[in-house]
C-alpha cells in the first residue's frame, strides 16, 4: 500500500493543562485550587501532524514557532516523530503559541490561547508547501489568521486536493468561502459556533450537519461529539457512531486523533464507515491518558486495541 502523504496546516503550542475540580465549581472573581499541572507540547496542528506520522504517513507541517524555548523544544519533538520542519519557521519577536487548559474531573474544559508565532501562518508558506510535494489530502483548523484558512482551501483545490477542516477553536466562519470543501468536523462548541444550533440529541446534530453541508456545500459533515460519539452525514442520511467506553482522563488531542485517523484510514483507502471506527478507537485511547501529543496513540496500539475488542465480542 502507498504511504500517503499529508499537509497539515495549523497551530504550534505550548500547553499548559490543570487537572482539579468539577466544572461547576469554576466561577469569576474566585480561586480555585487544582491537583496538578503538565507541560505538554501541542496545538491542533502539532498535534494533528504527529497523530499522522503515527499513523505511517509522510507528513508535512506549515505553522511557525517563536525563536524561544518553548519552539525550540517543540520542533525538536516533531522532528524526532519524523514530521517535516521545512515549513516551520522559528521567528524573532514573537513568542511560540501558549495554551493554558483547566481539565476538569467531569469531563469539561476552559481552554484558553495566546496565539502568539501562530499568528504568522501565511497563505504563501502553504503555497510553497503545495508547490514542493504532491499531497493526498491537505488538513486545517482556524488557529491562525483565517485568510490562512481560506486560501488554504482554494490552493488545495486548484491543485484537487480533498481538504478537511477540523473547525476549532469555536467561531462562527463564512462557510461559503469553502464553497464545496471534501469535509467540515466540528467538535459540539464549534457546531453551536458556526450554525447557531445547540446539538442536544440526534434530531438537532441532522439540522447542525444539514446547515454547514448547505453552507459550506461539503461533500462530508462529521460532528465530534465527545463521549457520546460522533455523528456522520453525507447529504442521504445521518448517523451516530458511539464512542468507545473508557475511563477518561484528558480530552485534549481528542478531537486532533479522531479527525487525522479518519483522514489517513481514508487515504489508505477505507470506506466511511470503516475510517471512522477506526477514528473512535484512536480517539477512544487518546482520552484515556494525559497531554496532547503524548496520547496520540500509534497504528500498532490501535490495531491491538481494535483486536482486543472483537476478541471480547467473540468475533
Ligand atoms: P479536543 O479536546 O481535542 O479539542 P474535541 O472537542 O475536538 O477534542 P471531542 O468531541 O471531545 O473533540 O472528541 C473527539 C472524539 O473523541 C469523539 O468523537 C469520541 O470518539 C472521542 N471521545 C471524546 N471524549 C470521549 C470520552 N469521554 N470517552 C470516549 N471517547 C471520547
Ligand atoms: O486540540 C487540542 C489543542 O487545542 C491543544 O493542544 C491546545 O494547544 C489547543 O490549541
Sequence with gaps: ??????????????????????GDEMKPNGCLNFDSVGYYCGGKGANQAVA?????????????????????????????GNVHLDFIPALDDVQTGLSGIFMMRDGSYVGTNVRGANDSITPEMVERALDAEAFDMVLMQMEMPLETVYRT??????????VILDAGPAMKIPLERLDGIFMVSPNEAETEALTGIEV?????????????REHARAEYVLLKLGGKGSYFYD??????FPAC?????????????????????????DDMEKAIRYATVAAGIC?????GISSIPDREEIELQIKNMYDEKGE
Design 287 to 291: 482520552v484515556s491518558r494525559r497531554g
Design 52 to 80: 499522522a506520522a503515527r499513523l505511517g504517513a509522510e507528513v508535512y507541517l506549515v505553522s511557525a514557532v517563536g525563536n524561544d524555548a518553548n519552539g525550540a523544544r517543540i520542533q525538536e519533538l516533531l522532528h524526532s
Design 245 to 269: 467506553k473508557v475511563d477518561f482522563v484528558d480530552t485534549t488531542g481528542a478531537g486532533d486523533t479522531f479527525t487525522t485517523a479518519l483522514m489517513i484510514r481514508l487515504c489508505n483507502g
Design 235 to 240: 447529504g442521504k442520511a445521518g448517523r451516530i
Design 1 to 22: 500500500m502507498k504511504q500517503p502523504k499529508v499537509l497539515i496546516v495549523g497551530s504550534i503550542n505550548m500547553d499548559m493543562i490543570f487537572y482539579g475540580p468539577h
Design 200 to 212: 442536544k440529541n440526534e434530531e438537532t446534530a441532522q439540522k447542525a450537519a444539514e446547515y454547514i
Design 153 to 162: 482551501y482554494e490552493l488545495a483545490t486548484e491543485r484537487k486536493i480533498p
